[in-house]
């Protein structure tokens, strides 16, 4: 049966089920939305380290996503893990195919658990190729420096200066976690060009979960294809991230 409304996914398995395919379509079932999935690498991970990454061929990609757009009613495509330079080329090549749809990019650059995913070209390609194609892009502190080609910011000031400059080449919005951060409060910084930052704030929790970018972007994918405003979107995922993380505290 076609699925009348889905996010298309387009990230890489983990082993595990602590994050990449098998977080992101379950955030979104939590939404109530349903999933189409493009495989971009099968990983080996436990929840401590990434022991392998192999990427799929760029054009059995290409195929599942035309077959993911040609089978159901596509609202969103949220991106993961883009392993190589060719994959990210197939992904930009196919969102140009269909525009129009909003894309959530999730620049995984390293994984919590621990172990480079990829390398400085790839962030290249990634700011280069798919950040100008995304309505939103959501990286960490880390992953925001090295796609703006700086150092980790140590500052909210930084966070915007090197927002500001993905704004510049092309993004049309940057979402700046604040999880790595320090302080009582988990802050994420929304920026889009011409207009003022809005904070996203949640009390910061002593736990730690695996996955919460993916379901971070997963949720804002599911906002965005159920027709909310972006930062209706930005709003609820950064509450449901907070409440799978409350109750991972409680359950310590």
Do not use: W
Request: overall charge neutral.
């Amino acid at each position: 049966m076609s699925c009348a409304s889905c996010v298309l996914v387009i990230a890489a398995s983990d082993s595990s089920g602590g994050a990449g395919l098998s977080r992101d379509v379950e955030t979104l079932a939590a939404f109530g939305v349903r999933s189409a999935v493009a495989l971009t690498a099968i990983t080996v991970q436990t929840h401590e380290a990434v022991h392998r990454v192999a990427p799929v061929e760029p054009a059995l990609l290409a195929d599942q996503i035309e077959a993911a757009f040609s089978a159901n009613n596509i609202k969103a495509v949220k991106i993961g893990l883009l392993p190589t330079i060719p994959t990210i080329m197939e992904t930009a090549a196919a969102l140009r195919r269909h525009p129009n749809i909003p894309v959530i990019l999730d620049p995984v650059l390293a994984a919590s658990s621990g172990g480079a995913l990829t390398d400085a070209e790839i962030a290249k390609a990634l700011a280069a190729e798919l950040v100008p194609l995304s309505t939103i892009t959501t990286p960490n502190r880390d992953e925001l420096a090295v796609l703006a080609g700086a150092q980790t910011a140590v500052n909210d000031e930084a966070v915007f200066t090197q927002s500001r400059t993905l704004l510049k080449t092309g993004a049309a919005a940057v979402l700046a976690k604040g999880g790595h951060g320090t302080g009582s409060s988990s802050t994420d910084h929304l920026l889009l060009a011409g207009q003022p930052e809005i904070a996203f704030n949640a009390p910061r929790l002593d736990t730690s979960m695996r996955g919460t970018g993916c379901m971070l972007a997963s949720g804002i994918a599911a906002g965005l294809a159920l027709g909310q405003p972006l930062e209706t979107s930005v709003a609820g995922a950064k509450r449901f991230v907070y409440a799978r993380l409350r109750a991972a505290a409680k359950d310590r």
